[in-house]
């Protein structure tokens, strides 16, 4: 059989997670701003302007890694390879005989998996970055894995023209 291969690169693109952040990080570079424009005493000033370029170095930080996270999923003939970067260093690897079922399927990232990120047990884990649907897989040994996606249709056409699991 010719096996195609299904590709994937997924990014945190939801405005309202940009907006949250740029607010939690406002909030304490302008209480550090606040607190040394207020401040007399110059050895308390220094302290509070140290804290200052922390709250931007933390807030600055936090952007960069959103920023810089990826999702990546590889659907091939010998099996499914992802990576959320800068988390994982590797590519994870499942081989397709260590895997007994797989579905597109709906979910609810929060009350399923308690957000998005690498989350849940590592029984039961996810990787997704946003979005409601996913890629479930189930392995022989009885553990579970779902890959979020943004392209469920795709990766369904993909999964019943290429792939047949055996049990």
Same mark, same amino acid.
Request: aromatic share 16%; charged share 15%.
């Given at each position: 059989?010719?096996? &195609?291969?299904?590709?994937?690169?997924?990014?945190?693109?939801?405005?309202?997670?940009?907006?949250?952040?740029?607010?939690?990080?406002?909030?304490?570079?302008?209480? !550090?701003?606040?607190?040394?424009?207020?401040? $007399?005493?110059?050895?308390?000033?220094?302290?509070?302007?140290?804290?200052?370029?922390?709250?931007?170095?933390?807030?600055?930080?936090?952007?960069?890694?959103?920023?810089?996270?990826?999702?990546?999923?590889?659907?091939? $003939?010998?099996?499914?390879h992802?990576?959320? &970067?800068?988390?994982?260093?590797?590519?994870? *690897? *499942?081989?397709?005989?260590?895997?007994?079922?797989?579905?597109?399927?709906?979910?609810?990232?929060?009350?399923?998996?308690?957000?998005?990120?690498?989350?849940g047990?590592?029984?039961?884990?996810?990787?997704?970055?946003?979005? $409601?649907?996913?890629?479930?897989?189930e392995?022989?040994?009885?553990?579970?894995?779902?890959?979020?996606?943004?392209?469920?249709?795709?990766? !369904?056409?993909?999964? &019943?023209?290429?792939?047949?699991?055996?049990?």
């Open positions: 059989m010719n096996y &195609s291969i299904f590709e994937e690169k997924q990014r945190f693109n939801q405005w309202w997670l940009w907006v949250l952040m740029i607010v939690v990080g406002i909030i304490p570079i302008g209480l !550090q701003i606040y607190q040394i424009a207020t401040i $007399k005493n110059h050895l308390s000033n220094d302290s509070a302007m140290f804290s200052l370029i922390l709250a931007c170095f933390a807030a600055l930080l936090v952007f960069v890694l959103f920023f810089w996270t990826t999702l990546r999923t590889k659907l091939d $003939k010998d099996g499914v992802v990576r959320l &970067s800068p988390f994982h260093i590797k590519w994870r *690897y *499942y081989a397709w005989s260590s895997i007994k079922s797989c579905q597109v399927r709906n979910y609810n990232p929060l009350t399923e998996y308690g957000g998005w990120g690498i989350k047990t590592k029984h039961d884990r996810a990787f997704n970055i946003s979005g $409601k649907q996913g890629i479930q897989f392995f022989k040994d009885g553990n579970r894995l779902l890959i979020g996606t943004q392209k469920a249709k795709e990766v !369904q056409n993909w999964l &019943s023209m290429n792939l047949v699991l055996t049990v």
